[in-house]
Protein backbone atom coordinates (compact mmCIF):
# COMPACT_ATOMS: atom_id res chain seq x y z
CA UNK A 1 0.00 0.00 0.00
CA UNK A 2 1.31 3.52 -1.35
CA UNK A 3 1.02 6.09 1.51
CA UNK A 4 1.66 9.74 0.62
CA UNK A 5 1.58 13.08 2.19
CA UNK A 6 -0.65 15.21 0.47
CA UNK A 7 -1.13 18.48 2.95
CA UNK A 8 0.33 19.95 5.92
CA UNK A 9 -1.23 22.87 7.20
CA UNK A 10 0.90 25.74 8.42
CA UNK A 11 -0.28 27.60 11.17
CA UNK A 12 -0.10 31.82 10.31
CA UNK A 13 -0.83 34.54 11.65
CA UNK A 14 -2.22 36.65 8.46
CA UNK A 15 -3.46 34.80 5.52
CA UNK A 16 -2.53 37.35 3.16
CA UNK A 17 1.26 37.69 4.29
CA UNK A 18 1.78 34.04 4.44
CA UNK A 19 -0.04 33.77 1.22
CA UNK A 20 2.64 36.79 -0.19
CA UNK A 21 5.82 35.32 1.62
CA UNK A 22 5.08 31.36 0.19
CA UNK A 23 4.27 32.56 -3.28
CA UNK A 24 6.11 35.56 -4.02
CA UNK A 25 9.20 34.88 -2.17
CA UNK A 26 9.61 31.33 -1.67
CA UNK A 27 8.10 30.63 -5.66
CA UNK A 28 5.29 28.13 -4.41
CA UNK A 29 2.19 27.95 -6.91
CA UNK A 30 -1.23 29.06 -5.98
CA UNK A 31 -2.95 26.19 -6.17
CA UNK A 32 -6.46 27.59 -5.20
CA UNK A 33 -7.28 30.71 -2.58
CA UNK A 34 -10.95 29.54 -1.97
CA UNK A 35 -13.23 31.50 0.84
CA UNK A 36 -15.54 28.58 2.27
CA UNK A 37 -17.60 31.19 3.70
CA UNK A 38 -17.79 33.69 6.24
CA UNK A 39 -14.19 33.61 7.90
CA UNK A 40 -13.68 30.63 6.42
CA UNK A 41 -11.05 30.74 3.58
CA UNK A 42 -8.36 27.90 2.61
CA UNK A 43 -5.14 28.72 0.77
CA UNK A 44 -3.00 25.99 -0.87
CA UNK A 45 0.74 26.29 -1.72
CA UNK A 46 3.05 23.81 -3.44
CA UNK A 47 6.53 23.84 -3.81
CA UNK A 48 7.64 23.70 -7.39
CA UNK A 49 8.35 19.93 -8.08
CA UNK A 50 6.70 19.15 -4.78
CA UNK A 51 3.86 15.90 -3.99
CA UNK A 52 2.70 17.85 -0.96
CA UNK A 53 1.22 21.18 -0.28
CA UNK A 54 1.18 23.82 2.65
CA UNK A 55 -2.79 25.15 3.48
CA UNK A 56 -2.76 28.07 5.47
CA UNK A 57 -6.28 29.49 6.42
CA UNK A 58 -9.15 30.90 8.70
CA UNK A 59 -11.65 29.14 10.02
CA UNK A 60 -11.34 25.76 8.53
CA UNK A 61 -8.09 24.81 9.70
CA UNK A 62 -7.01 23.67 13.25
CA UNK A 63 -6.33 25.85 15.98
CA UNK A 64 -2.73 25.93 16.34
CA UNK A 65 -0.08 29.00 17.68
CA UNK A 66 0.83 30.93 14.64
CA UNK A 67 4.61 29.96 14.10
CA UNK A 68 4.56 26.91 16.20
CA UNK A 69 5.55 24.69 13.20
CA UNK A 70 8.97 23.53 13.62
CA UNK A 71 10.78 20.90 11.38
CA UNK A 72 9.45 21.21 8.14
CA UNK A 73 11.88 20.00 5.25
CA UNK A 74 12.59 20.44 1.63
CA UNK A 75 14.95 18.66 -0.82
CA UNK A 76 16.58 19.80 -3.87
CA UNK A 77 19.02 19.09 -6.33
CA UNK A 78 21.39 21.84 -6.01
CA UNK A 79 21.61 23.42 -2.37
CA UNK A 80 23.73 26.71 -3.70
CA UNK A 81 21.36 27.42 -6.04
CA UNK A 82 17.96 27.01 -3.64
CA UNK A 83 19.57 29.15 -1.03
CA UNK A 84 20.32 31.97 -3.99
CA UNK A 85 16.53 31.42 -5.40
CA UNK A 86 15.59 32.06 -1.84
CA UNK A 87 17.79 34.63 -1.29
CA UNK A 88 16.68 36.79 -4.76
CA UNK A 89 13.28 36.83 -2.84
CA UNK A 90 14.11 38.56 -0.04
CA UNK A 91 14.03 35.67 2.08
CA UNK A 92 16.30 35.52 5.33
CA UNK A 93 18.34 32.20 5.24
CA UNK A 94 21.20 30.52 6.99
CA UNK A 95 24.06 29.55 5.95
CA UNK A 96 25.13 26.28 4.52
CA UNK A 97 25.45 24.13 7.47
CA UNK A 98 27.12 20.57 7.51
CA UNK A 99 25.35 18.13 9.65
CA UNK A 100 28.76 15.18 9.03
CA UNK A 101 31.93 15.40 7.68
CA UNK A 102 33.48 18.11 5.99
CA UNK A 103 33.61 17.29 2.29
CA UNK A 104 37.09 17.29 0.82
CA UNK A 105 36.89 18.09 -2.53
CA UNK A 106 34.53 21.11 -2.75
CA UNK A 107 32.32 19.22 -5.21
CA UNK A 108 28.34 20.30 -5.09
CA UNK A 109 27.54 16.57 -4.97
CA UNK A 110 29.53 16.64 -1.62
CA UNK A 111 26.72 18.62 0.00
CA UNK A 112 24.19 15.34 -0.90
CA UNK A 113 22.90 14.24 2.69
CA UNK A 114 24.52 16.87 5.00
CA UNK A 115 24.37 19.84 3.53
CA UNK A 116 21.16 21.97 5.20
CA UNK A 117 20.06 25.21 5.06
CA UNK A 118 17.31 26.66 6.98
CA UNK A 119 14.85 29.49 6.77
CA UNK A 120 11.13 30.95 8.61
CA UNK A 121 8.30 32.34 7.80
CA UNK A 122 6.76 35.69 8.70
CA UNK A 123 5.50 33.47 11.77
CA UNK A 124 8.51 32.02 12.64
CA UNK A 125 7.36 27.92 10.91
CA UNK A 126 10.64 26.90 10.65
CA UNK A 127 12.09 25.01 7.14
CA UNK A 128 14.88 23.08 6.53
CA UNK A 129 16.18 22.57 3.03
CA UNK A 130 18.65 19.59 2.35
CA UNK A 131 20.21 18.56 -0.40
CA UNK A 132 19.67 15.49 -2.14
CA UNK A 133 20.76 14.78 -5.50
CA UNK A 134 19.13 11.96 -6.45
CA UNK A 135 15.69 13.20 -5.35
CA UNK A 136 15.63 16.70 -5.31
CA UNK A 137 14.97 18.33 -8.89
CA UNK A 138 16.43 21.79 -10.02
Known sequence: MDWTLEVVIVPVSDVDRAKAF???QCGFHVDHDTVVGPGARVVQLTPQGSGCSIVVGE???PPMPPGSLKG???????????RETLLAGDVDVSE???LGPDPATGRPEDLDNIGFF???DPDGNAWAVQQISARGKS
Do not use: K, M, T
Not at 72 to 82: C, N
Open 96 to 98: IQL
Open 59 to 61: GVV
Open 72 to 82: LQLVVADLPRA
Open 118 to 120: HFS
Open 22 to 24: YAE
